[in-house]
């Protein structure tokens, strides 16, 4: 069963045409990806699907709701988790008050267990918001969208800025949360991180999908990874 299903999507942003008829899907239980290199068009492909920016012609279902046209509390009253670009945290508030903020819905993610995975926020849940790096700011945005306990959760660029072992730390978070029966789309820069642990990937190109498939079949394309993707000549095995 899909839990995501978006065709033709067809978004501007005022008279910029940005995505050209993009379609994917998201199985129960599976990890997608979606490449692509700065600027094709894999930001704005989740403001649609989470309806921060309607599409002008398409169709989005999540969960076999048409939500085309819905405001994104809507979407997200479904059970979709989002983790915006940018880790947007409450700067003034410590880690705990930041993972009392969002109203827990019952499942198995809980503040301690949250704490479990990530360590390191325990470790500073009195310190602020402001004073945490960059890795524990994208920690703690992860760790809020999972204490919604969502069915579906939405990542858009993870990884960015982040040291490999850091990053290597929120790809084994994004793991765990799908052992747990969560659903994930993942839109990544980072390409050899993202389908070392995605089902299948797509890739976007000018706003367009260029590519869709398995993602190991993809990774093996070094070829296409590299004209694609933009992807870096660093090996992810390399921060193993």
């Not at 403001?47 to 309607?54: E, Q």
């Not at 990053?167 to 029966?181: H, L, N, P, T, Y």
């Not at 990774?219 to 933009?230: F, M, N, Q």
Request: glycine share 10%; charged share 25%.
């Amino acid at each position: 069963m899909n839990v995501l299903e978006a065709q033709g999507l067809q978004t501007f942003y005022g008279k910029s045409h940005i995505l050209h008829g993009v379609g994917l899907t998201v199985g129960e239980g599976e990890i997608v990806t979606l490449l692509g290199r700065n600027g094709a068009g894999k930001s704005t492909t989740l403001r649609s699907l989470i309806g921060l920016t309607h599409p002008r012609e398409g169709r989005i279902s999540v969960f076999g709701q048409q939500t085309t046209t819905w405001a994104p509390h809507r979407v997200a009253a479904l059970g979709v988790g989002f983790v915006p670009e940018g880790r947007r945290i409450f700067a003034n508030l410590s880690v705990d008050e930041n993972l009392r903020v969002p109203l827990e819905r019952s499942g198995p993610w809980t503040i301690p267990r949250v704490y479990e995975l990530f360590p390191r926020l325990q470790e500073r849940r009195t310190n602020k918001g402001r004073q945490l790096s960059g890795g524990e700011q994208e920690m703690l945005a992860i760790a809020r969208a999972l204490l919604l306990n969502p069915r579906l959760l939405m990542l858009d660029e993870p990884s960015q800025g982040l040291a490999p072992l850091i990053v290597k730390q929120v790809f084994e978070v994004i793991v765990a949360a799908r052992k747990e029966g969560m659903s994930v789309l993942l839109v990544e820069q980072n390409v050899r991180a993202a389908v070392e642990i995605a089902d299948r990937a797509y890739v976007l190109d000018n706003g367009s999908i260029a590519y869709e498939g398995p993602a190991a079949e993809f990774a093996k394309d070094e070829e296409r990874v590299r004209a694609l993707a933009g992807a870096s000549a660093e090996s992810w095995d390399a921060v193993e």
